[in-house]
């Protein structure tokens, strides 16, 4: 089965809900938290690849206050509720494979991005952080399924974190893979140049 009627017929069964991108609760709420660490978003221009039903728009809105958010996705029922429930944002029906962002932004994300087994997962993946990459003025952030799952789904694709991050590394040193908040998952982040972090304070006398 395609990605398209994978999820076509998730949503035909479960309607605008997590289970319509085969997502728990909690999963869809670790990895957000952690999309969310990439940056400070207030103000910035972010675009969202694989946006599904644009409940990262919200969840970022609730953190960062106001910013510019362009959803992308490629099934119109998935834009269509997106569009009614967050009339705030900009939701696009377009496939990231197959057409290039327009334009730059700040921020790029992706969170579950060609989750689906196609066959040709892996150079899709290396051949979208390059376009996630070119899209982004500051950071990139992407989330994906890990080799080293606890446990696999039938249907679902799941990357080798080392070969993920070689080819974060052919386009940045400032490279960052995040390993360590669920036991099937892993996020990748690309910055342009080094992420500063506020000094440490010396300990109390």
């Not at 978003?41 to 969840?59: E, N, Q, T």
């Not at 590394?169 to 080094?194: A, I, K």
């Amino acid at each position: 089965m395609t990605a398209r009627g994978f999820f076509q017929e998730r949503f035909r069964r479960h309607g605008a809900t997590r289970d319509a991108l085969e997502w728990s609760a909690r999963g869809q709420r670790v990895r957000f938290e952690v999309i969310a660490e990439l940056a400070d978003f207030h103000g910035k221009r972010v675009l969202d690849l694989g946006c599904g039903l644009g409940d990262l728009y919200p969840f970022l809105r609730q953190r960062a206050g106001e910013f510019d958010y362009t959803g992308w996705d490629f099934l119109e029922e998935f834009v269509a509720h997106a569009r009614q429930a967050h009339p705030g944002a900009r939701f696009e029906v377009r496939d990231a494979l197959q057409e290039v962002p327009e334009g730059r932004y700040d921020l790029v994300v992706a969170s579950g991005l060609h989750s689906v087994e196609s066959g040709t997962n892996d150079a899709d993946m290396e051949y979208l952080l390059r376009r996630l990459w070119d899209a982004a003025g500051e950071a990139v952030a992407v989330n994906m399924l890990s080799i080293h799952a606890d446990r696999r789904d039938e249907g679902l694709h799941y990357y080798d974190p080392d070969r993920m991050l070689r080819a974060a590394f052919g386009l940045t040193r400032f490279s960052v893979l995040r390993h360590d908040y669920m036991p099937h998952d892993f996020t990748l982040y690309l910055y342009r140049r080094p992420r500063e972090f506020a000094p440490v304070p010396p300990p109390a006398p």
